[in-house]
């Protein structure tokens, strides 16, 4: 993501002249095709040398669906002066963290990580990611610490789990100090990859206290993201001063 960056938020005109026929088509009802409009929509606020330089860079900038109306924030490069679907309100993006501060966060996080499934015919490793909540529950199943059957009962309590574990493991090279985590919910999205191409991403809501301990390492996590699928509106926390 190349600098200056800037924090928007944009609206989506649903009562505008060019908006209000077309909203079934830019707010479908299925999650995959959601998602793949929203992404390509906020595409149209982005500046034109960003566009030109290609859609399909996903770190191109993060984003975040706020509400079903159509209210998105953007971490990105600086927006388009006006747009035909939005209402744009932006401000560039200058924080100044210090060694300790206490940071309140909200994160939708796509989590995963890299299995070994096998050997393939030509002698190398066959690997797949797997969602962590997933992995998690496997893990315990095979280590006979819960039986297959318990999934349900505990899906909530081990997405926390899992969540938390990830996090922790990645926070001393992002230069910060997990202090707290709840988990709002924790669900499996469909998603378009194009070309045909069906998924699921699990996706969890999380908020909770991180104090930071290295401010630059911080900085460059928040403007690159966390986890995956940052296409599909996963990887940007918004943080502000804990109370």
Sequence with gaps: MTNPLFFTRLTLKRDGESVAPLLSVLQPEE????????????????????????????????????????????????????????????????????????????????????????????????????????????????????????RAARREALAQEAAAEWLSSRAEAAGFALEALTLGGYRAERIDRGKGRPGTIGVFDLKGLVSITDPTAFLDRLTTGFGRAKAFGCGLMLVRPAP
């Design 31 to 150: 999650d995959a095709k959601r998602l793949s409009v929203e992404h390509k929509l906020l595409w149209t606020v982005m500046p034109e040398s960003v566009r030109r330089a290609g859609s399909g860079n996903s770190a191109a900038f993060l984003w975040r669906r706020l509400d079903a109306q159509g209210c998105f924030y953007v971490l990105g490069p600086e927006p388009a002066a006006d747009s035909p679907f939005f209402r744009i309100e932006s401000k560039p993006f200058v924080p100044a963290f210090t060694p300790g501060q206490r940071l309140a966060f909200d994160l939708r996080l796509n989590a995963t990580v890299d299995r070994k499934t096998g050997i393939g015919a030509d002698g190398k490793a066959l690997r797949k990611r797997c969602d962590v909540a997933m992995d998690l529950m496997q893990r315990k199943e095979r280590e006979g610490r819960m039986q297959r059957g318990e």
